[in-house]
């Protein structure tokens, strides 16, 4: 498979147009992945554009390509949002990173009752420009021409109001039915909520149930917050068909 790599003039280039790319992605093609004149490679936008191009010069600096190929892919119809509640040390980055892999189409950073990390002032946009940085470089890693958007951190409030024409589905413990089992059918927005490491809080889950939201269970074993929001991906990208 050729080596892929990401830059905004993906964005606007045709069959036979010159792109150059600088800065990061020229040290990580001609520095790291050691790309040669000559080899084929792939460009992507983020947001659906996709070219083959071949290297045409190589430097540490700079890298000049010549694109042969377009495609412009759609994003999928049926969206899933993962929504992460911070957590303490790296969870919540690890769990950007998986499920970025998994093909999440947006993450909501989720200020949770019981969340440890609080984003707050300054730290929202810091915070948020990591994840998104995080989602950038898996998606790259994964080879997808879409890379999912971090939104801004949300309150519970929040979350409800931004997904109430969503169908929410609970990751909890608790939960009395299975997410394997959980109507997925149709079009639409599909949201997976994961607490912090505590949990979620009795009256977070009374209000989120009272939105209408799915109080599922991932199974018999209960996953750290890193891991869960991952693995309901894989059940959920399943089920949808895209696996």
Known sequence: MALHFVVDAAADARVGDRVVLTGAEAHHAATVRRVREGEQITLGDGRGAWLTAECESVAPHEVAVRVIARDDLP????????????????RGELAVQAATELGVDEII?????????????AKKTKGRARWQAIARE?????????????????????LLTRAEASRLVVLEPSGAERLSAVDLAGEGEIVLIVGPEGGIAPEELTTFADAGAVIAVLGDTVLRTSTAGPAAMAVVSTRLGRW
């Open 109 to 121: 950073p989720w200020q949770a009752a019981r969340s440890v990390s609080r984003w707050e002032g």
């Open 138 to 158: 898996a998606a790259k890693q994964a080879h997808r021409a879409w890379i999912p958007e971090v939104a801004e951190v949300a309150t519970t409030r929040q």
């Open 75 to 90: 994003a999928p119809t049926s969206r899933i949002v993962l929504v992460q509640a911070l957590a303490k040390g790296d």
